[in-house]
């Protein structure tokens, strides 16, 4: 009878210690996808307005000034009406949602493996390792995002007389351009990630790093993120900034007019009618406004609801 019941006791008390071990990489790769996500979606419905006017100015010869781009927006509400301000951002929230989330998720994992094959923990990487993780997290999300992010600017654009939904947009580049016109920009979008996803994510971590240091708490104040997150954003953009203006021109080619199809002629045609500066920096100054913001907001957003959903977690609100 004793040793019945000491069987029972054993099954009874195995499970629950082997369970959380065996699933909790699966709950930490959910946790990262859904604040990923979210974080992308709140930091560029807050800048959409900022960000249509300075595809407008990227894509076109007028010369770029704060009072060209208020003018233009006030324009656009008198004539469109508020919720003109933000068109395209269904399109940008299709394309960003599921980019951020993979950004944020792939650049978790990728810490850990670079800690792993370098001996660190992902928190106390290295400077280099640091910036491959967050170059590599924005590579995966724009390899796999990339024809919303076209879809995205054709819609900021172009009126509803041209493409009036995100699906219509599809319909008519593969019914007029062809499927490989989704591709269009490719080169100089990957390119330009590969120094922007890395400065800001090494920039944020860096100077999380010497805060913890500087003041021994582990985590910083919301404001203090927002902080990091904005010279984050300031260095990241202002590092890939011509080769965004570049793959813009390349994306709306088929809706400007513009004959793009090369990254080099590209550059030449922008230079040879712009100049060097004011071409392939226009709009640098707005994107000095909103990319901070942004970015700022973004890894607060994702930071913040990250430490809610573990705090939850550990309290027993959810299971794995």
């Known amino acids: 009878m004793a040793h019945d019941v000491h069987e029972k006791t054993t099954v009874l008390t195995l499970p629950p210690s082997i369970q959380p071990q065996n699933t ?25 307005p900022l960000d249509r006017t300075k595809i407008i100015f990227q894509v076109s010869s007028k010369r770029f000034s704060a009072k060209e781009a208020f ?15 933000w068109r395209g951002n269904s399109a940008t929230m299709a394309r960003v949602v599921p980019c951020a989330a993979i950004q944020f998720c792939s650049h978790k994992q990728y810490k850990k493996l670079l800690g792993s094959y370098y001996g660190f923990q992902s928190r106390a990487l290295p400077p280099f390792p640091r910036f491959l993780a967050g170059s590599l997290a924005g590579t995966t999300a724009v390899v796999l995002t990339y024809p919303l992010d076209l879809v995205r600017a054709r819609m900021a654009v172009t009126g509803k007389e041209k493409y009036h939904s995100i699906k219509h947009v599809f319909v008519q580049i593969f019914k007029e351009e062809g499927v490989k016109t989704l591709y269009r920009g490719f080169a100089p979008t990957v390119l330009g990630v590969i120094p922007y996803a890395g400065i800001s994510f090494f920039t944020y971590e860096t100077l999380k790093k010497l805060h913890t240091e500087k003041t021994g708490r582990s985590e910083p104040y919301p404001f203090e993120r927002l902080a ?12 890939s900034y011509p080769l965004d203006v570049i793959r ?24 040879s009618h712009e100049g060097f500066v004011r071409g392939l920096y226009k709009g640098l100054s707005m994107n000095w406004v909103k990319g901070p913001i942004a970015v700022g907001i973004s890894f607060t957003t994702f930071d913040i609801t990250q430490n809610i959903l573990e705090k939850l977690h550990r309290m027993g609100y959810f299971t794995y």
């Open 24 to 48: 909790r990489p699966l709950w930490t790769v959910l946790e990262s996808l859904l604040c990923g996500a979210f974080a992308g979606a709140v930091a560029k419905t807050v800048i959409a």
């Open 228 to 239: 990091f997150g904005a010279c984050a954003g300031l260095f990241g953009q202002s590092a």
């Open 71 to 85: 003018r233009l927006i006030s324009c656009t509400y008198m004539r469109e009406g508020l919720l003109s301000l």
């Open 248 to 271: 813009r021109r390349m994306q709306t080619a088929g809706v400007t007019g513009s004959s793009c199809s090369t990254i080099l002629g590209t550059m030449r045609k922008i230079v």
